[in-house]
């Protein structure tokens, strides 16, 4: 499995940012695949999922609202879309995928991981 991921930067809080993950080596249609962040100093956050097999879609609370994860399984692509960003938005967002959702909660338990993209939200 390889998960490549784009599209972080800078950008003033109250702005939106999408980031997006390629993925290789797995069908998206029958795989988890989601975002996890870990903010400087912090630990890992799991922040969104998506299992279009099992109809399911995550959000963390903190994020709840304010970002949208969706996929394309046709091109194996994931997107986060992020609006209404905040200071404390602000970390490595990773993409992830494994076969549930739930391992998301843990996010020390996900199997496969890509480089992370660095989101900064500064005025």
């Known amino acids: 499995v390889q998960l490549q991921a784009s599209g972080g930067g800078l950008v003033q809080p109250g702005g939106s940012l999408r980031v997006s993950c390629a993925a290789s080596?797995?069908?998206?249609?029958?795989?988890?695949i989601g975002w996890v962040r870990q903010a400087p100093g912090k630990e890992l956050e799991g922040v969104s999922c998506?299992?279009?097999?099992?109809?399911?879609?995550w959000y963390a609370d903190s994020v709840k609202g304010r970002f949208t994860i969706s996929g394309d399984n046709e091109r194996n692509i994931a997107y986060l879309q992020m609006n209404s960003l905040k200071p404390e938005d602000t970390a490595v967002y990773y993409c992830?995928?494994?076969?549930?959702?739930?391992?998301?909660?843990?996010?020390?338990?996900?199997?496969?991981w890509g480089q992370g993209t660095l989101v900064t939200v500064s005025s």
């Open positions: 992830a995928v494994d076969p549930s959702c739930s391992s998301f909660f843990y996010p020390d338990t996900i199997g496969d």
């Open positions: 080596g797995i069908n998206l249609k029958y795989s988890a």
């Open positions: 998506v299992n279009s097999f099992g109809g399911v879609t």
